[in-house]
């Protein structure tokens, strides 16, 4: 049995967006719910995530944003003291609370610590649950219920605090990557493979040309055996070939037929799959290292199932 670590944090609680956000606490309540009732916690290596760095986060992010995300937490406090509102906008979609910027802290020290582990062979792979979600995040903004971009930061962390050379980002969320194709577009040592539903939001992704990005855009209602033979056919030859020493999962769970975030058509059937087919490419080439975090999913039904399905087959249960 492959030892598993899972991250998280209390923390990654207290960020909410709002009454009615479907990036909401719940979601992680959905994921542990799960994991208990079925026992796979029992065979997880549990751990708190720390608090990250400033000069971790700058490895993705560019230090002006760090600050204003900083900025605006400060100052969110002393509002409310003063009787102000109880969130700042930062996009249509996207607040931060009180608690975001310790949330995104733990988020970002989650993915750190657990490579850490795994590098260091205390693991063989982890996930992470925690919150806010990252692959929106671009080098220089916040967007898309994402402050920090999670797996990005990681990717940088393996290779520059760790000495790797190549590492791969695999992302299956429903939306299309943007922040993390900002941070990594064009970085050699990187390989990202997505797939995504296209058009919709954030409306970008479907003409990257950099040599770096296996980007596959599908349309609505596009099933799980469409999705697997696109894999087969365009991502692993690329993953093969890359050679990665470490891989990286953004795993947004709300391509499954039943979250209205999105209008594609997987089950969980499918996510445990494309684990499979990830973890074959760590086992050959990255003596099995991978550390996957928590992107999408909203359908709380769905996101238990489908992060229970993905950790099974990372724990080899």
């Known amino acids: ?26 979601r992680l309540d959905a994921i542990e719910d799960r994991l208990l009732a079925s026992g796979v916690k029992d065979a997880l ?32 406090a002393d509002d409310i003291r ?4 109880a969130y700042v906008q930062i996009d249509p979609d996207t607040a931060l609370n009180v608690h975001t910027w310790n949330a995104a802290l733990r988020a970002a020290g989650a993915v750190i610590a657990a490579t850490d582990a795994v590098m260091a062979g205390e693991m063989d ?11 929106h995040a671009e080098r220089n903004k ?19 605090r760790h000495g790797l050379k190549r590492v791969a980002i695999v992302d299956f969320d429903v939306h299309h990557g943007n922040g993390t194709e900002d941070i990594v577009r064009g970085d050699d040592r990187i390989l990202m493979v997505s797939f995504f539903q296209h058009p919709m ?11 770096n990005m296996v980007n596959l855009p599908v349309p609505a209602y596009t099933k799980g055996m469409e999705v697997r033979e696109l894999i087969d056919m365009l991502w692993m030859p690329r993953l093969e070939a890359f050679k990665p020493e470490m891989i990286f999962i953004s795993a947004g769970f709300d391509a499954h037929r039943d979250d209205d975030l999105g209008q594609m058509n997987l089950n969980e059937q499918d996510y445990a799959w494309i684990t499979e087919r990830i973890k074959s490419v760590a086992k050959r080439h990255a003596k099995g290292r991978i550390v996957s975090a928590l992107e ?12 229970e399905a993905h950790i099974r087959v990372l724990a080899d249960l």
């Open 45 to 76: 290596d549990l751990q708190e995530a720390p608090l990250a760095a400033i000069g971790d986060i700058e490895l993705a992010h560019d230090r002006m944003l760090v600050a204003a995300i900083r900025g605006l937490s400060d100052q969110l």
């Open 1 to 26: 049995m492959n030892k598993t670590g899972y991250f998280t944090h209390t923390d990654c609680w207290k960020h909410e967006m709002g009454p009615g956000h479907p990036e909401c606490p719940e």
């Open 296 to 307: 999408g999913g909203y359908n709380l039904g769905a996101l238990g199932r489908s992060v």
């Open 201 to 211: 939001y954030p409306f970008s992704g479907a003409d990257t040309q950099a040599p």
């Open 125 to 135: 792979n982890a996930f992470c649950a925690v919150r806010p979600p990252g692959h």
């Open 142 to 160: 916040a967007m898309g219920f994402c402050f920090f971009n999670n797996i990005a930061i990681a990717a940088k962390y393996a290779l520059e």
């Open 82 to 85: 003063a009787g102000g509102p």
